[in-house]
């Protein structure tokens, strides 16, 4: 093949790399969506609290630690042991249970019938207090992430696809990071398993049924802040999910909250409410993203990223709004 | 007591229509002026301007033209930090172009040049609403800024991308420039506030004001009943663009002196903007006011208290000023989603009474 | 029979005109349903024509039609004598109808003189930079419209709450300022969906004064939609009755009260 095209092709491929980090974050965007037809922006902050929490009890960080030395003139910073990985991720688990419960109590059972757009300001509200707390809580310098994930470039899939380059001095075989195979896999297993959950599960059933009517559901008995704290303790693990695969592969830093706004053009064109839509949708903008960029650089220049996925995504609102797998929506006087 | 509206009858509609009905409001507002113009130019220093005053009043006007779309209009905008960009790229080359256009003239062009570039930006909201529109806007503030930091073009090709403001002269006073008096800064951008919150004032009680008002409430109703949508979501984003532009100008133009777009147009600039609209009070002029005053003051506030008199460091009292705003959006939301102009409003109701309590 | 232009004057002394709205053949289909199929009937100057039916039978599609908010697959609507091109529902609002709500679309953040001043947006002429400046014609014109406002006000007697958020009010009010707000665009043709639903007796009896008097006073052709078949009877010059989207009647009180395919679907055993 002509190495341009090779090219391209490792372009796409990397761009499936980002594309599943993307998918993880929106997936826990449909599940809250799904249940309470809120758009939590929190949605990125969260993965970054989630894996600055586990980071931090995984080195033995004292909470807060910068704040109690600046009120008590301390100098703590560590507790001295360290949590192994095994226990330092369900301690997280309940940490993000926990922030489900609170975001419950103190946020959404008293905004329960506003308008859409005022929950999606207060969950722009929260994403900033919660990125404000973790930075207090475990401090804002980047960290590195490291739950024995294997990393780095995979000589399998190197060498298996050489022949490609048809004998060319220039093309060693596709690059990719065993990281994003094992992302890739995760993220399969999480989608199969939320979908069986949420189609055959009573919980799941009970979830679906908040999502098309509040009042219907309460009215069978069901719920509403047990599903509540249910989904966002849900979406809060896939968030931990994302932030572990994400801070593994670039550090725990405050840029991971930023792509809460790219799951936005990710999650228009999946569709609001589909979990396969997400992965479809962040694989799509992903891979689209570095192609874009390969083939428009030497034209306009570089860092297209930073705009094609809201493009595409405006395209999709103008033509498609449901997106690919979502359900359409009819509006009635 | 004091504040006393009995016996004060109206007797034309115009009256009743007015916007300081009650007496004392009246000459509070003019003794406010009056102290606002006349008095304040002589005490004020380089430091109060440039970190409060001169700041406070470019986000006034940023935050009304906020205002207008998101809680008059009810079309969401993510995107106030790459429109207040468009206002001072086009401030630059327009002044760069032409020395000897009265800067004033700039500014209010290129206000102009950021409503047309908001009517562009804006037309998808004939087919989308609510946060789907907001992805829309973001698409606008991640494209304009990186057509400002990748194409050289729109700053004339400067080898550290950042446009800077040359200095220039009204009326032979010096208003932009490195050499500008701080008073020269400070009655400038008070002089465009007073213009500008009187159109808003203007524009939001009238019809105009009234079918951006129906559209937001209930769009397909108002549609039903005769507004037209296109014209009204249009001009909605025309107003707000240029409000939205002018405050970019006078950002860059006079407090900054000198800009990067990344840097001080980006997404945060947005969600500032957005904070000052929900904490002040979606959909009301006042609201507008004090949601600016209050995000301008508190930064400064938190650095006085936390960084130099308890020592503090500054990254810390920067994270704990991110805390307090994402809880006060939330407050605000849950208790007074009207916001601080809602507080003063019950404020006042209370003193209307005085001394007896209902 | 009646013509088309002919008027003719009821037993109570009002004037009833010639044929203002002609539906022919409507049928409007959702994807796969058929929501109204082949109705025709006309409705006639300063008279009150009914839309009675069981639950589903497609009257409020039949209003949202006339109202110019569905465009029917089939038929033709003809105002006036002029058949109506499929129009943007506010153009329909300029040519003089005005309509009321089932569930209440009043205006929630606006007081409720807002909402009405919001009726004469279609009668409001001053530009956008006269309102800008607010110059003397945007001052004169808000003060002019807010005097017929006010006749409006009058008329339905709700001066206290004039300057009250319509969120805060009560049902039945809600739905006279609903009525107000339709009133104020002085229209040709009011539609009514469901006026008194939800209301009491003394409520109701309030409304039906209301919509004899607008009819009475200003001669506006109402056609209103309604389930209390007093109500009905008692209100309306001539009624269409709907049924599975057909139309099963249409004629007077007495007609349509004798008919047999109506009382089979929807009114039961005839009233003596």
């Known amino acids: ?333 | 007591m004091l504040y006393r509206e009995a016996g004060d009858f109206k007797t034309s509609y115009n009256t009743d229509n007015q916007t300081f009905p009650i007496k004392f409001d009246r000459y509070a507002y003019w003794l406010l002026l009056a102290v606002a113009f006349l008095v304040v130019p002589f005490f004020v220093n380089d430091y109060w301007a440039k970190s409060i005053l001169v700041p406070f009043l470019i986000y006034v006007i940023a935050a009304l033209g906020l205002n207008i779309l998101i809680g008059y209009c009810g079309q969401l905008s993510l995107g106030t930090g790459a429109f207040m960009a468009v206002g001072a790229y086009a401030t630059f080359k327009l002044t760069m172009a032409f020395p000897g256009l009265n800067v004033f003239v700039v500014f209010l062009m290129a206000g102009f040049i950021t409503a047309a570039v908001g009517v562009l930006f804006g037309l998808p909201s004939l087919k989308i609403k609510g946060f789907y529109l907001a992805v829309a806007t973001l698409a606008a503030q991640f494209f304009l800024i990186w057509l400002f930091t990748r194409q050289g073009w729109f700053f004339n090709y400067s080898p550290t991308g950042m446009i800077t403001m040359p200095e220039r002269q009204v009326l032979g006073i010096t208003v932009t420039g490195p050499t500008t008096h701080a008073a020269t800064i400070y009655l400038t951008c008070l002089i465009f506030v007073v213009g500008m919150a009187w159109l808003a004032r203007n524009l939001t009680r009238g019809s105009v004001g009234r079918k951006w008002m129906a559209i937001r409430d209930m769009d397909i109703a108002a549609e039903i009943i005769g507004v037209n949508p296109l014209i009204a979501k249009l001009t909605a984003f025309a107003v707000s663009s240029f409000f939205v532009g002018v405050a970019g100008a006078l950002l860059f133009g006079v407090q900054l002196g000198a800009a990067e777009a990344g840097e001080a147009f980006g997404i945060n600039k947005s969600f500032l903007v957005l904070f000052m609209v929900i904490i002040g009070g979606l959909g009301s002029i006042l609201g507008s006011f004090l949601g600016a005053a209050f995000l301008v003051v508190l930064p400064v506030f938190l650095k006085v208290l936390l960084v130099d008199s308890l020592g503090w460091s500054s990254d810390l009292a920067r994270h704990l000023e991110i805390m307090i705003i994402g809880a006060l959006i939330i407050i605000v939301l849950i208790a007074e989603p009207h916001g601080m102009a809602a507080l003063w409003r019950s404020i006042k109701d209370k003193l209307r009474l005085w001394p007896f309590p209902h | 029979m009646l013509d088309q232009t002919e008027g003719y004057t009821t037993a109570d002394g009002r004037q009833i005109g010639g044929v203002v709205m002609e539906l022919r053949n409507i049928t409007l289909r959702f994807g796969g349903v058929e929501a109204i199929k082949n109705i025709s009937f006309d409705i006639r100057k300063g008279e009150i024509r009914a839309i009675i039916g069981p639950n589903g039978a497609g009257k409020s599609s039949m209003l949202n039609v006339i109202s110019g908010f569905y465009n029917p697959q089939e038929g033709d609507v003809i105002y006036k004598g002029y058949k109506r091109p499929p129009m943007r529902p506010y153009k329909v609002a300029r040519m003089g109808i005005a309509r009321t709500f089932q569930n209440i679309a009043l205006f929630e953040g606006m007081s409720v003189l807002d909402n009405i001043m919001t009726g004469r947006i279609n009668h409001m002429k001053s530009g956008f930079l006269s309102q800008a400046l607010w110059w003397g014609a945007a001052a004169r014109e808000e003060a002019e419209h807010r005097e017929k406002v006010e006749k409006v006000i009058d008329f339905l007697e709700i001066q206290h709450i004039r300057k009250t958020p319509v969120a805060r009010l009560p049902y039945g009010l809600k739905k006279r300022v609903e009525l107000a707000r339709a009133l104020a665009a002085e229209p040709q043709i009011l539609l009514l969906d469901e006026p008194m639903a939800g209301m009491n007796v003394e409520e109701k009896e309030d409304m039906s004064r209301f919509v004899l008097d607008v009819n009475d006073e200003f001669g506006t052709t109402i056609v209103l939609i309604e389930h209390d078949m007093g109500v009905v009877m008692d209100l309306s010059d001539r009624v269409v009755v709907m049924d599975y989207g057909k139309k099963i009647g249409d004629g007077t009180p007495d007609e349509v009260r004798n008919n047999q395919a109506v009382i089979d679907a929807y009114l039961g055993v005839a009233h003596d």
Do not use: C
């Not at chain 1, 998918?23 to 799904?34: N, S």
């Not at chain 1, 995984?58 to 807060?64: E, M, W, Y």
């Not at chain 1, 005022?118 to 919660?130: D, E, K, R, S």
């Not at chain 1, 509540?228 to 593994?248: E, K, P, R």
């Open chain 1, 1 to 333: 093949m002509p190495l341009e095209i090779l090219q391209a092709i490792e372009a796409a491929i990397n761009g499936l790399s980002t594309g599943i980090m993307y998918a993880l974050v929106a997936l826990g965007f449909v599940l809250i969506f799904k249940a309470s037809g809120i758009f939590n922006f929190a949605q990125g902050v969260m993965a970054l609290f989630a894996a600055l929490t586990l980071v931090g009890l995984q080195s033995g960080q004292v909470p807060f630690a910068h704040i109690i030395n600046a009120i008590f003139g301390t100098s703590v910073h560590h507790f001295g042991w360290n949590v192994p990985t095994i226990l330092a991720i369900p301690l997280t688990i309940l940490v993000m249970v926990a922030f489900a419960w609170a975001v419950e109590r103190v946020v959404l059972k008293h905004l329960v019938n506003q308008e859409p757009i005022i929950l999606f300001m207060a969950t722009i509200g929260l994403a900033f207090f919660l990125e404000g707390l973790g930075d207090i809580m475990w401090g804002a310098e980047v960290k590195r992430l490291d739950v024995g994930i294997p990393q780095g470039g995979n000589l399998w899939f190197e060498e298996n696809t050489a022949w490609l380059g048809g004998g060319n001095p220039d093309f060693f075989g596709f690059y990719i990071d065993t990281l994003s195979l094992v992302a890739l896999l995760i993220a399969s297993v999480l989608v199969t398993g939320l979908v069986i959950f949420s189609q055959y599960s009573k919980q799941g059933r009970a979830l679906r049924a908040v999502a098309d009517d509040h009042q219907a559901a309460l009215s069978v008995g069901i719920s509403l802040r047990f599903i509540w704290v249910l989904t966002w303790s849900i979406a809060g693990i896939v968030a931990l999910v994302a932030g572990i695969i994400w801070g593994s592969k670039s550090g725990v830093q405050f840029s991971l909250s930023l792509i809460a706004l790219k799951a936005l053009p990710v999650l228009i064109l999946g569709g609001f409410t589909s979990i396969p839509g997400a992965i479809v949708g962040g694989l799509i903008i992903g891979v689209g993203e570095k192609l874009f960029d390969f083939y428009m650089q030497p034209i306009i220049g570089g860092a297209t990223e930073n705009w094609f996925a809201y493009m595409l995504a405006l395209v999709f609102l103008l033509f498609r709004p449901q997106g690919l797998f979502g359900e359409k929506i009819i509006e009635r006087v």
